[in-house]
């Protein structure tokens, strides 16, 4: 069995979990997020646990209960404490800023890059380079960042563009003579 599968997961005060059918839906604080579940995987709440168990006769149900339960710990946390990614931008001129719906940057472009922010993220610019990307859903945190980050990663020989915050970018040796 899935080692990851084999811890319970405990719910922090404040958040309900509830199973119908295959799906999975965590109520909490910050919102309510839903998940489909592996019918290969059987979930139980007891109080304020949720077990995870492999089903006999599914394949590959070990690796289906670890990620169930890994997913919907995500689920967990993000209810009650949410999800945040920070980018920073490195360049002369670079800046980001938040109007509405809508983020808007200038990172060396010859035109101002617009992004629209979906529903369920928060982005916030606390200086002009950084930008804050929050929400409860993990993966959408997480994609939204990338897509940002996708416009100008930072290039190799001088680090401009936009990076995570922890992000170690080793720069290339210029040319020599």
């Known amino acids: 069995?899935?080692?990851?599968?084999?811890?319970?997961?405990?719910?922090?005060?404040?958040?309900?979990?509830?199973?119908?059918?295959?799906?999975?839906?965590?109520?909490?604080?910050?919102?309510?997020?839903?998940?489909?579940?592996?019918?290969?995987?059987?979930?139980?709440?007891?109080?304020?646990?949720?077990?995870?168990?492999?089903?006999?006769?599914?394949?590959?149900?070990?690796?289906?209960?670890?990620?169930?339960?890994?997913?919907?710990?995500?689920?967990?946390?993000?209810?009650?404490?949410?999800?945040?990614?920070?980018?920073?931008?490195?360049?002369?001129?670079?800046?980001?800023?938040?109007?509405?719906k809508t983020l808007n940057l200038t990172i060396g472009f010859s035109h101002p890059v617009n992004f629209e922010i979906p529903t369920g993220i928060t982005i916030t610019c606390p200086t002009q380079t950084e930008i804050l990307v929050t929400g409860i859903d993990k993966q959408l945190v997480g994609q939204v960042a990338a897509n940002i980050r996708g416009f100008r990663p930072p290039e190799p020989y001088k680090g401009k563009g936009i990076r995570y915050d922890n992000e170690r970018v080793v720069l290339k040796e210029a040319k020599k003579k």
């Open 1 to 100: 069995m899935s080692r990851v599968a084999k811890k319970p997961l405990e719910l922090p005060k404040g958040v309900e979990v509830s199973i119908k059918d295959n799906a999975v839906s965590v109520k909490g604080t910050k919102g309510t997020l839903n998940q489909a579940i592996n019918p290969a995987v059987e979930m139980k709440v007891e109080g304020n646990v949720v077990s995870f168990a492999p089903r006999a006769g599914f394949d590959k149900a070990n690796v289906q209960a670890g990620t169930a339960r890994a997913l919907v710990g995500n689920m967990v946390k993000g209810v009650s404490a949410g999800f945040e990614r920070k980018l920073q931008l490195q360049g002369v001129g670079f800046r980001a800023a938040v109007q509405g």
